[in-house]
């Protein structure tokens, strides 16, 4: 039992958490948690349970929490060709495409590229063929130097504003993966000048593209109620565009 109490003092700290309010939320005492904690009282599989949900911890990670403490895990992990999420994929392919003429992604953790539409191509524009090849990853793609990076007007200000959600992500999930991947984005994002370069309500990206600059903003979806891991780790990153000519542009970059 010492692997789940140390992972549990590791998740409740990352967290920020403390005993009397992890004990509250999960509907149990701090005498309890503090005897789990110690490794001197085995835990049920619905404490459990309800102790990764009141962390708010992923699918992934509770299976792991339950593993930890002895179980099974509760969360299926299905394959993307299973049949039982062959309607998810016919629903994310549908949406992808009614969403061109603007470019739309479909992506697992950290950026792995699972699906694109055909306005893609407009982000993957002169990139080097090795960013390409699967899998692609589209956060490095977005900045590096033989990606996206040159094309980028505003590079300090959008890579700074994904180094910083990822940093958010490595806060409430600590991975050392996670970790070396962030040091090698910064590595592609140069200082930030004074000032910001934002629309009053979100930054842009700014892409050239031939003699023309595209300002696009982005959404990310995700599958809020999944119980499947792999559903839940799937997010449908949308660009829009922030103006008028941009609209314009890749509309008529489509009907050509």
């Known amino acids: 039992m010492e692997r789940f109490a140390s992972e549990l003092r590791r998740w409740r700290s990352s967290r920020r958490v403390s005993q009397l309010e992890l004990a509250n939320r999960a509907g ?21 349970v309800r102790l990764a949900e009141s962390l708010e911890l992923s699918l992934r990670e509770r299976n792991g929490l339950l593993l930890a403490a002895g179980y099974a895990p509760v969360f299926p992990e299905s394959g993307l060709d299973d049949a039982m999420l062959r309607p998810v994929r016919e629903a994310l392919d549908s ?22 539409n055909a306005a893609f191509d407009v982000l993957t524009e ?17 900045l590096h130097p033989k990606g996206m990076g040159p094309r980028v007007v505003n590079l300090a200000d959008w890579g700074r504003h994904i180094v910083e959600s990822l940093r958010a992500e490595l806060l409430r999930s600590p991975d050392p993966r996670l970790d070396a991947f962030i040091a090698e984005l ?24 031939g003699d023309a600059e595209l300002r696009l903003l982005t959404t990310l979806t995700s599958f809020a109620t999944a119980v499947d891991v792999t559903l839940a780790e799937l997010k449908l990153e949308a660009f829009l565009p922030a103006d008028a000519a941009t609209a314009a542009f890749l509309q008529s970059r489509h009907r050509d």
């Open 186 to 209: 910064e590595s592609y994002v140069p200082d930030a000048v004074p000032g910001s370069d934002h629309l009053g309500f979100a930054v842009p990206l700014r892409l050239r593209t």
């Open 95 to 116: 949406i992808l495409d009614g969403h061109l003429p603007y470019p739309a992604v479909v992506v697992r953790p950290y950026g792995e590229l699972l699906a694109a």
């Open 28 to 48: 149990t005492t701090q005498r309890h948690l503090s005897f789990i904690e110690q490794g001197r009282s085995r835990p049920g599989r619905a404490i459990v």
């Open 126 to 142: 002169g990139a080097a063929p090795e960013l390409l090849e699967p899998p692609v990853n589209v956060l490095r793609l977005a």
